[in-house]
């Protein structure tokens, strides 16, 4: 709302039938007109640039479709970011050569700097200007890179403990923000887009659970499976509270817009 | 303009407008999805879209509740496999204590042919989808349709005959598996071909959604079994060769055409978008390396874009899975039924 400058004449153009008199025209009349009119003002007084309410040293992903693949962005980079800095630690150079957990690494490292690719490429060329920056730091403190599975209790989480977390928090994400894609053609089109990364980001997350516990891959904590067997999803503020453990100050996400 | 002026000289050659207005009401919350740019000064086009919605043609293109069905006759196709290989008679349970819980002998013998992690792992995947047929039933209310019978589906592939190519699935784990597989892959690119659909329903869109990952990470565990061996307790440390005997967790190319190339080999090749697709969505095989294609903007090919990196060829398009249209998905889906019976056309 904040930058709105609505046409006054225009309102109260468009507002004027409302005030005149009922005469012979039916209630129903009003009813749908008065819903259709109020729909219409509402979605004016959404934000017309990126959406959100700034908030200094975050990062604005904006709302509506560019919102959406922005935040994507962002979490993409997160897990790219991830599986590179995995590369150079000792658990990683220690797995042997042609083993099922060094393939594993190497694919989820290849498919997120491709997923991270992706995005930056849709966003540069759909909405250059509202991209929020290529460069997001992370902040892997939390992470020993030299360590496998952590042990209960731990300071830090252990390479696979963090990559399941990843993963998860992945899926949760991309099927809670679908709903604010917008409704026209192109949103479709990323709606399809999305679909054909969070499946895969599923597939990863389920093994990853397998690696760490094998049969793992939907308990209960990532599935109501004592109920409709879903997924269960997070909001974009819940799973900002999360990933902004992992970003630096000055690269926490602001969601704001995706509400 | 005059709004009121508009509707009232319909009301005068069509008495029933405002009534085509309440009985559609979802058109009102539907305008509010069009989101940014909606001013006054987009008032007509706002008001044709609002028209378009009451007065508009048929579309032939599947509504939410379409959709939800023909997701729950696939979730009916999954639940009555797993209950016939591994517990009951088939039908739907509905709870702990509610029946079709009796385990056969022969189904006593068959579980034993598989590991305590591979069984315990198949008896989650058989909850979670007897769960998504009670979930999409009391989704759909009574639009719901009547559940199949178990006797229409022939998971031997055999349409009700002998000699069906799966002959044996009910006997033999890694066949089992190999079928099992096949079902979940279709499943994931059903689902994500049938969300454009479901967009106008916010919260059935997420729930389909919620659906469709668990799905994923089913296909995806079923793989990792299939490569590690159905009596294998750790088949996670197995490393997948990507192919159609030994796959990845996740589709590599076609996936040498599945785990019974002969009959799965559809269920990772193209499909064919239906007249009523919305421009930009197509259905290519799982091997398409090209994304991010819209309505108006070609995709790109990622292979070819990010050549500098030097990532295997598969990993491009392995980072992607792809829908599939009804079309194509009931055609898979027909190999399961028998001969004669209309599930799927």
Redesign the interface.
């Known amino acids: 709302m904040s930058n709105i400058k609505h046409?006054a004449s225009?309102?109260a153009?468009?507002a004027k039938?409302l005030y005149t008199p009922i005469k012979r025209?039916?209630f129903?009349?009003y009813?749908?007109?008065t819903?259709?009119?109020?729909?219409?003002l509402?979605?004016?007084c959404?934000?017309?640039n990126d959406?959100g309410n700034p908030i200094p040293g975050m990062v604005n992903v904006g709302?509506?479709s560019v919102g959406v693949l922005n935040y994507a962005y962002a979490l993409e980079q997160l897990e790219a970011g991830f599986y590179t800095t995995l590369r150079s630690g000792a658990y990683y150079m220690g797995l042997a050569a042609?083993?099922?957990?060094k393939?594993i690494m190497d694919?989820l490292y290849?498919?997120e700097?491709?997923?991270r690719?992706?995005f930056k490429?849709?966003l540069g060329?759909?909405a250059a200007t509202a991209k929020i920056t290529d460069d997001l730091k992370p902040d892997f403190s939390g992470i020993d890179f030299g360590i496998r599975v952590s042990t209960a209790g731990a300071a830090k989480l252990g390479v696979l403990n963090a990559a399941k977390a990843f993963e998860d928090l992945g899926?949760s994400a991309?099927?809670?923000a679908?709903?604010y894609?917008?409704?026209?053609?192109?949103?479709?089109?990323?709606?399809?887009?999305a679909?054909?990364?969070?499946?895969?980001?599923?597939?990863?997350?389920?093994?990853i659970r397998?690696?760490i516990s094998?049969?793992s891959?939907?308990d209960s904590d990532v599935?109501?499976?004592g109920?409709?067997?879903?997924?269960?999803?997070k909001t974009p503020t819940e799973v900002a509270t999360m990933a902004n453990n992992f970003l630096m100050a000055g690269s926490k996400l602001n969601v704001s817009g995706l509400v | 303009m005059n709004f009121f002026q508009i509707l009232s000289e319909i009301e005068k050659t069509d008495p029933e407008v405002f009534e085509r207005f309440d009985s559609r009401r979802r058109v009102f919350q539907h305008m509010t999805g069009f989101g940014k740019k909606m001013t006054a000064a987009a008032l007509p086009l706002a008001m044709g879209a609002i028209f378009n919605k009451a007065y508009g043609q048929t579309s032939s293109a599947p509504s939410v509740n379409d959709v939800l069905n023909f997701a729950l006759k696939l979730e009916y196709l999954e639940a009555y496999f797993y209950n016939l290989g591994l517990q009951g008679d088939g039908t739907i349970f509905t709870g702990a204590g509610s029946g079709n819980t009796a385990i056969t002998p022969a189904q006593t013998a068959f579980r034993a042919g598989f590991s305590a992690t591979n069984l315990s792992s198949l008896n989650k995947i058989r909850t979670d989808e007897n769960n998504h047929v009670n979930f999409l039933r009391s989704a759909l209310g009574t639009n719901a349709i009547a559940a199949p019978a178990v006797s229409d589906f022939d998971f031997t592939g055999g349409k009700g005959g002998a000699g069906g190519p799966f002959t044996g699935v009910f006997t033999n784990p890694a066949l089992f598996l190999a079928v099992a597989q096949s079902l979940e892959d279709t499943g994931v690119r059903a689902y994500k071909g049938g969300a454009p659909y479901l967009a106008s329903n916010k919260d059935v869109l997420t729930a389909a959604l919620n659906i469709h990952s668990v799905e994923a990470r089913h296909a995806s565990r079923l793989r990792t079994m299939r490569r590690g061996g159905a009596t294998n307790n750790q088949a996670s440390a197995t490393a997948g060769a990507g192919t159609s005997a030994s796959p990845k967790s996740w589709i590599t190319g076609q996936d040498g055409g599945g785990a019974s190339p002969a009959q799965t080999a559809p269920i990772y090749a193209a499909g064919s978008a239906p007249a009523y697709t919305p421009a930009g969505i197509t259905f290519p095989a799982e091997d398409n390396v090209t994304q991010g294609a819209t309505d108006t903007k070609p995709g790109v090919n990622l292979q070819t874009a990010l050549a500098s990196f030097n990532f295997p060829a598969s990993a491009f398009s392995e980072a992607f899975d792809e829908p599939l249209d009804v079309p194509t998905v009931s055609a898979i889906a027909k190999t399961f039924v028998k001969t004669g019976v209309t599930l799927f056309g």
């Open positions: 046409n225009d309102d153009e468009f039938p025209r039916s129903f009349m009813a749908g007109a819903a259709g009119a109020t729909a219409l509402l979605s004016g959404d934000d017309d959406g709302a509506g042609g083993s099922a957990e393939q694919d290849y498919h700097v491709i997923h690719e992706f490429a849709a060329r759909d899926v991309y099927n809670g679908a709903r894609l917008s409704a026209d053609v192109a949103g479709l089109n990323y709606l399809v887009a679909g054909k990364i969070v499946s895969v980001e599923a597939r990863h997350a389920a093994l397998d690696l094998e049969g891959f939907v599935v109501t499976t109920t409709n067997g879903l997924e269960i999803s």
